[in-house]
Nanobody, 121 residues
């Protein structure tokens, strides 16, 4: 199994910054893509940003230029630097990883517990 633990959430005023981090642990053979998703009250979970093991990134249009995803492959961690935050960024943010626990195992989709980010106006 792979465990994902998020940290760094909290409350910030509009225009402020936060940095989220996620550490993967457990029986890990390899991690392909890591990323962040978010879910606001009454809305579906949506993609925020992803990063592959070779550094290719993908961002939701709503966060381009404000949020930056990065990854430490050696430490199996992924971070999300969030600048110029807006009230509409308020949501529970979930860490995600596509990982294999054995060389012969299929790739599974793992999720963290989620962490609250609140941006006040």
């Amino acid at each position: 199994q792979v465990q994902l633990v998020e940290s760094g959430g909290g409350v910030v005023q509009a225009g402020g910054s936060l940095r989220l981090s996620c550490a993967a642990s457990g029986r890990i053979f390899s991690i392909n893509t890591m990323g962040w998703y978010r879910q606001a009250p009454g809305k579906q979970r949506e993609l925020v940003a992803t990063i592959t093991d070779n550094g290719n990134t993908n961002y939701a249009d709503s966060v381009k230029g404000r949020l930056t995803i990065s990854r430490d492959n050696a430490g199996n961690t992924v971070s999300l630097q969030m600048n110029s935050l807006k009230p509409e960024d308020t949501a529970v943010y979930y860490c995600n990883a596509l990982a294999k626990i054995l060389i012969i195992a299929p790739i599974y989709n793992y999720w963290g517990q989620g962490i609250q980010v609140t941006v006040s106006s």
